[in-house]
């Protein structure tokens, strides 16, 4: 039977998309904004007006509430998954080579969750790094939720002082029986989270906390449930400026200077 796969393209932005049927461009933030001509995050059950704060999820709870298809992923709109072992330089060639629905089809003979390769943080672990280049009260007040509504996640959420690498990004294709147990959970901490502080109290790039927790959250969960999984390399549609990002994360590490945006 053939099976029937959708891979969100989280955007807020007109962009080129892949042309493969494979995936649904989706424009995150739809509420009050006008319309891009891609399919909407505001309509059926959604919280698209808490797109401010929650980033790209979104577009995930549309998908897990409105999408019926046998597996379910999400990607952004300048950030793929791609089997290329070296990632062509041009953009309209970068998206000839972004993952396949046959590739899929492939690596779902073998797993239940496909995830990015682990980003690497070397020279600290992953609370420390979340704690120099943000504003570290809402991943505490997490811990907090953890402990009192999903105590058996205690353990490996606090390997977050320990480890040094992650699956980054908000960016994963699952079986939706798995995609489900995975939403209730995360949904219900952040909603929960979203109780308990209040996000006016920080500028518009440090409000977007619930997306960047949640990043943290995803091996937390894979890991207490044993979820088997592939890891696959990601690829950037757009030129990263790896030494304006270094220099960043340096100021934050050594002299207290939070991140003022997205790199």
Known sequence: MEQDIKIIVA???????????????????AEGKENLGYEVDNKGDNISSKNPYFCELTGLYWAWKNLNAEYIGLVHYRR????????PKEKNEKFRKVLNK????KYFKETDVILPKKRKYFIENLYDHYKHTMYVEPLDETRRVIEEKYPEYLEEFDKLHKRTSA???NMFIMKKNILDEYCKWLFDILFELEKRIDSNKYDAFHARFYGRVSELLLD???ETNKINYKEIK??????????KK??????????GKKYEKSF
């Open 11 to 29: 955007t807020h932005k007109k962009y080129q998309m892949p042309d493969d049927d494979l995936y649904v461009p989706l424009q995150v933030g």
């Open 220 to 222: 937390v969960w894979i």
């Open 80 to 87: 793929y998954f791609t089997l290329a072992k070296k990632v």
């Open 246 to 255: 270094g220099k960043s994360f340096l100021n934050a590490k050594f002299f």
């Open 167 to 169: 699956h980054m990004f």
């Open 234 to 243: 990601v690829m950037d549609m757009e030129k990263i400026n790896w030494w």
């Open 102 to 105: 046959n590739e899929v089809k």
